[in-house]
């Protein structure tokens, strides 16, 4: 594999952007009157204006000789046909395997991994409809009125974003909660106020080991035993999603009711898996079904579109663009939708986890920064606390901003005045306000730079008509794939975690030293071993 930075492309394009590091977007506008036009692309139900992006025509050809000598396209039919291209883990990795249609045929090893997927898939409509009805009752014969998610990271993250962007199409009757932290507060206020012969749990847990999923699991089967005091219960107040029967059996759960899926489907991108089964209880089959359609579109899109309209290929190199080119350090996702309000954090595990990484495939240090740091919260909220930042702070933030033509809760002219914020928020970090317009305002000279905005400040806006379970899958998806192009011209393996890992073996370490009756030898570093011994002073003095 050619280092990154020998690459014919990446030289040319180091060089090009010396040129627009210069230029200014007023300028870039000011020559080609169509840009704002031209510069934009367009797939399934998503509009993209990328025109408000410090590049140019050149800028967009050498993107595509980047692709090309990074062998994106070979990578991508690599993912697309199963082959194991995480490497570390020896994986394949097939999440778009799981919006496939029935017909599909997508292999593993010789095997279709195809009907597998949609046999669980119709497993879960069963179940949820099942339960929607109010044909699955609790132990004591009472409906299921409640249904907390037990999970953490992918196991958490997707279901919670999706049921907050769907809510609209969810099921009223029904309260959905979510349980990931260890920390007892997050699991007794899940449970609060709730009665456990109308709740469902569902523990969601790919492994089935986690620690803080295992011992939420376990707080709610004592919670839940607590009042239906038989062990049987158990078989009607917990459902389990995972790849292993053996632990799920272990619990206590009936692996009839276990919701399997497989190696190839990584945590992060687990949310169109049996781990959506929160979701699909919220908003039922067809809506879920509506939701992998739309993943699927934006697949198809992914695989089949040309580079210079390939949205996800566009966002991805933008991202490469300003991370290896600009020196940015982040991205703000900012979407003007109430509803996408956990999005940003969702987002914030697919791209990090997933290219947070300083080796290559091949096991050499880069020397390069990867992943940016994403982060993000909805519009118009941000605008009055972050924003300053972004308009006159120090730092060069690209920002992607996300909204749509139609409010699925239209009151009175909320809509209009929310998206006008959308495309002044966008216009002003364009273009700025220079001195001279400042002043022409009637402003005091000591003011002038005080009230001046540079501008030159990138953003892209995807829009889209409304919210629907389709969006929605679209909208993960391009995320997803502009991720996986990343991934490949930085040339990592996105599709790994080794970080999450050191965390959880040092944790498991230290338990029995904050357990143990009497005072454990230490032989952490200093400051750790004080920090033990302090914290096992200070919980004495609790009542
Ligand atoms: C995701 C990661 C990680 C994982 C959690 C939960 O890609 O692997 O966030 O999802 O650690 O793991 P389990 O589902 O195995 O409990």
């Not at 749990?201 to 620690?211: A, N, P």
């Not at 062990?231 to 107040?237: F, I, L, R, S």
């Not at 996800?312 to 663009?321: A, D, E, I, N, S």
């Not at 009175?412 to 220079?434: C, P, R, V, W």
Request: proline share 4%.
């Amino acid at each position: 594999m050619t280092p990154l930075k020998e690459m014919q492309a990446w030289k040319a394009l180091e060089a090009h952007a010396t040129t627009l590091q210069s230029k200014h977007l007023r300028e870039l506008f000011a020559a080609d009157p169509k840009r704002g036009e031209r510069m934009t692309a367009e797939a399934c139900g998503l509009f993209l204006d990328y025109s408000k992006h410090r590049i140019d025509d050149e800028t967009l050809r050498l993107f595509q000789a980047l692709a090309a000598e990074a062998g994106l396209k070979d990578r991508r039919a690599a993912m697309f046909a199963g082959e194991k291209i995480n490497v570390t883990e020896n994986r394949a990795v097939l999440h778009t395997a799981l919006r496939a249609p029935r017909e599909a045929v997508i292999e593993v090893d010789g095997h279709n991994v195809v009907p597998d997927v949609h046999a669980v898939l119709d497993k879960m409509a069963e179940f949820a409809e099942s339960l929607r009805s109010g044909a699955w009752t609790g132990y004591t014969g009472k409906p299921i009125r409640n249904v907390i998610n037990i999970g953490i990271g992918g196991s958490d993250l997707g279901p919670v974003m999706a049921y907050e962007a769907l809510r609209h199409y969810s099921q009223r009757e029904l309260t959905m909660r979510f349980v990931s932290n260890v920390d007892g507060s997050d699991f007794a206020e899940a449970v609060h106020g709730l009665d456990p012969e109308e709740t469902l749990f569902i523990v969601s847990s790919k492994t089935f080991t986690t620690l803080e999923t295992m011992t939420n699991a376990h707080s709610a089967r004592v919670w839940a035993l607590g009042k239906l005091k038989h062990a049987e219960a158990v078989a009607k107040h917990f459902v389990a999603v995972s790849t292993n029967a053996k632990e799920v059996a272990k619990f206590g759960i009936d692996t009839a009711n276990m919701f399997g899926f497989w190696d190839w489907v990584g945590g992060r991108y687990s949310m169109d898996a049996a781990i959506g089964l929160s979701t699909m209880i919220a908003i039922g089959a067809e809506n879920f079904r509506r939701m992998l359609a739309g993943f699927h579109a934006m697949d198809e899109h992914f695989r089949t579109a040309p580079l210079e309209r390939n949205l996800p290929f566009l966002m991805g190199m933008l991202t490469v663009w300003y991370t290896s080119f600009f020196g940015a350090e982040t991205v703000a996702v900012l979407p003007y939708d109430n509803y996408l309000k956990r999005f940003p954090a969702y987002l914030q595990q697919l791209t990090m986890e997933s290219n947070g990484k300083h080796v290559t495939l091949d096991g050499r240090r880069v020397d390069y920064q990867t992943c940016p740091i994403f982060w993000g919260e909805p519009g118009t909220n941000g605008q009055h606390s972050f924003y300053q930042l972004i308009h006159q702070g120090t730092r060069l933030i690209p920002c992607d901003f996300i909204g749509f033509a139609q409010s699925l809760n239209p009151l009175g002219n909320h809509h209009d005045l929310l998206m006008s914020n959308i495309f002044a928020q966008a216009e002003a970090l364009a273009f700025g306000k220079t001195p001279e317009q400042v002043k022409a305002e009637g402003t005091a000279d000591w003011l002038v730079p005080h009230r001046t905005f540079e501008g030159n400040r990138p953003s892209s806006v995807i829009l889209a008509e409304k919210m629907t379970p389709e969006i929605l899958g679209q909208l993960v998806a391009l995320y997803e794939h502009s991720v996986f192009v990343q991934g490949v011209v930085w040339q990592v393996d996105s599709f790994d975690q080794w970080g999450v890992e050191l965390g959880k073996v040092l944790a498991v370490r230290i338990i029995p030293e904050l357990e143990s009756a009497t005072e454990p030898e230490l032989k952490h570093d200093s400051s750790t071993n004080a920090l033990i011994r302090r914290y096992r002073a200070m919980r004495r003095k609790q009542g």
